[in-house]
């Protein structure tokens, strides 16, 4: 059965489907089987004659049905058709009922914005990736501002230690999924919006199927397998991406646009090593950092649904919350970009996790292989026989404030490589953090430096306070 592709002003009249199933032998049949199944279409397609009105299109795969046979172009069963309508004059946008014109009346005021720009949110779709702390204000401020679809991707549930930041979600949601969690907040904040879910993990298998139906993409994810996912589906399909980062006070936002500007991998060609940059998890971060970052990301979102002001396309902006500094620095596009550039050599999607090994969505983080890891219980397991074993705590000293090991040596992980000549490679080593990530990358410095009794401890302290010492918090 031929194909007809519908532009997104238009789904509104399809019920958001994408893609419609029609039936004929001819564009005009095929056309004609659309009007069948969703006549007020037929509004908005045709005038009164019965004649396409112009500023529609109709394309058969890259050609103009206009330079082939007309109406009377011939379909094949597999052929797609694609609706392409001109929405300038904004004759294809959705009306706003009167209650929606009393909640947004406040854009309604402002002339860049005003109804034109309301409705053209309202037409408009929105892909979030990740619904922790960036992804809470920008899902909150998009969902307020009327764009019309929403789509959430996330692969976790709500934890306790998530509320500092992730406050889209509350201590009634704890334990839920993020994106039930997410959306429940959402429809209740609008409930004229539509929010769609995914609870799977982003990953190249899914990514092209669940971002087809959005216009852009908002990067809030807080791991490098995600982020270069994301960079390539969007230059590979053409949509702007509102990318934005985080670290402790610091923060990063950008709009990679491939058709006008640079991408992530024109600044970024490859992810770090594993272990090399630490997540947030690990890292910690100021809970208000996410807020000011993910509201700049809405506001660039927006900017680029409503085609106002300039985003920031070619610009990287860094944030720093202590000095309160704002800084932009000039991004170019790379020529020899591995996706963007002129002689591109990704051109299908990579599941990084697979070839950097860097941990992603849905994976358990600081696990650095069979051979190399102890367990909580095996540790204590050990220590209880009297096994000799020498403990070293790679984290930083402000930490052994709120949990420590009795007989472990301190040395933070960035110490590490100048101390080594303090141990003896003969000992068994065995190494820990927080929960595993650091002392992962510690292993490699060990490593590296020919040492070969060597464990680390599979989950960090917080493992040991949750299976062996639960008078220890975790944090
Ligand atoms: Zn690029």
């Known amino acids: 059965m031929p194909i007809l592709?519908?532009?997104?002003?238009?789904?509104?009249?399809?019920?958001?489907?994408?893609?419609?199933?029609?039936q004929g032998d001819t564009v005009a049949q095929a056309m004609e089987s659309l009007m069948q199944l969703y006549p007020s279409l037929r509004l908005h397609l045709y005038n009164s004659e019965g004649h396409l009105r112009p500023f529609v299109n109709l394309f058969l795969g890259q050609e103009n049905i206009k330079d082939l046979?007309?109406?009377?172009?011939?379909?094949?069963?597999?052929?797609?058709?694609?609706?392409?309508?001109?929405?300038?004059g904004g004759s294809m946008l959705p009306s706003l009922s009167h209650e929606e014109i009393l909640r947004y009346s406040r854009h309604l005021l402002i002339p860049?914005?005003?109804?034109?720009?309301?409705?053209?949110?309202?037409?408009?779709?929105?892909?979030i990736i990740g619904t922790g702390g960036l992804g809470s204000p920008v899902a909150l401020y998009l969902a307020a501002a009327g764009v019309g679809h929403i789509g959430l991707v996330d692969y976790d549930v709500v934890d306790?230690?998530?509320?500092?930041?992730?406050?889209?979600?509350?201590?009634s949601t704890l334990g839920y999924l993020k994106v039930e969690s997410a959306r429940n907040r959402?429809?209740?904040?609008?409930?004229?919006?539509?929010?769609?879910?995914?609870?799977?993990?982003?990953?190249?298998?899914?990514?092209?199927?669940?971002?087809?139906?959005?216009?852009?993409i908002v990067d809030g994810t807080d791991n490098f397998p995600t982020r270069y996912l994301t960079n390539d589906l969007c230059v590979l399909t053409g949509k702007p991406n509102i990318y934005a980062a985080i670290y402790r006070f610091d923060g990063q936002v950008s709009v990679f646009d491939a058709r006008q500007g640079p991408c992530y991998r024109c600044l970024f060609p490859e992810p770090p090593p594993p272990g090399l940059v630490p997540s947030c998890a690990e890292g910690g971060v100021l809970g208000v950092l996410p807020g000011t970052i993910g509201t700049l990301q809405a506001t660039e979102a927006l900017k680029v649904l409503l085609g106002i002001g300039q985003p920031l396309i070619g610009k990287l902006l860094l944030y720093n919350a202590l000095d309160t500094s704002f800084e932009f620095i000039k991004l170019r596009k790379n020529p020899n970009c591995k996706v963007c550039g002129s002689n591109p050599t990704v051109t299908e999607l990579i599941d990084y996790d697979a070839f950097c090994g860097v941990p992603g969505i849905g994976h358990t983080q600081g696990s650095a292989g069979d051979e190399w890891d102890i367990t909580a219980g095996e540790l204590a397991e050990r220590l209880r026989q009297g096994d000799p074993i020498h403990l070293i705590d790679v984290r930083e000293p402000h930490e052994l404030e709120i949990s420590r090991l009795d007989g472990a040596q301190i040395i933070p992980l960035g110490q590490l490589a100048s101390r080594l000549p303090e141990l003896?490679?003969?000992e068994e080593i065995i190494v820990f953090c927080k929960s595993g990530v650091r002392s992962e990358r510690a292993l490699e410095i060990l490593a590296g430096a020919g040492f070969r009794k060597l464990h680390h401890l599979l989950g960090g302290i917080n493992a040991w306070a949750r299976d062996v010492d639960p008078s220890l918090p975790i944090y």
Not at 5 to 22: C, D, F, K, Q, W
Not at 69 to 88: E, F, H, N, V, Y
Not at 116 to 126: D, F, M, P, T
Not at 205 to 216: G, S
Request: no cysteine; net charge negative.
């Open 160 to 171: 306790y230690s998530n509320l500092q930041r992730q406050v889209i979600h509350g201590t």
């Open 112 to 127: 860049e914005v005003g109804l034109e720009g309301q409705r053209k949110l309202k037409a408009a779709s929105v892909l």
């Open 5 to 22: 592709r519908i532009p997104t002003p238009l789904r509104s009249y399809t019920g958001n489907l994408a893609e419609v199933p029609v």
């Open 424 to 426: 003896n490679s003969t």
């Open 69 to 88: 046979q007309g109406m009377g172009t011939p379909l094949k069963t597999d052929d797609r058709i694609l609706l392409i309508s001109s929405i300038a």
């Open 186 to 216: 959402l429809v209740d904040l609008n409930p004229d919006i539509q929010v769609d879910i995914y609870n799977e993990p982003f990953i190249s298998a899914n990514a092209r199927q669940v971002a087809d139906p959005y216009d852009l």
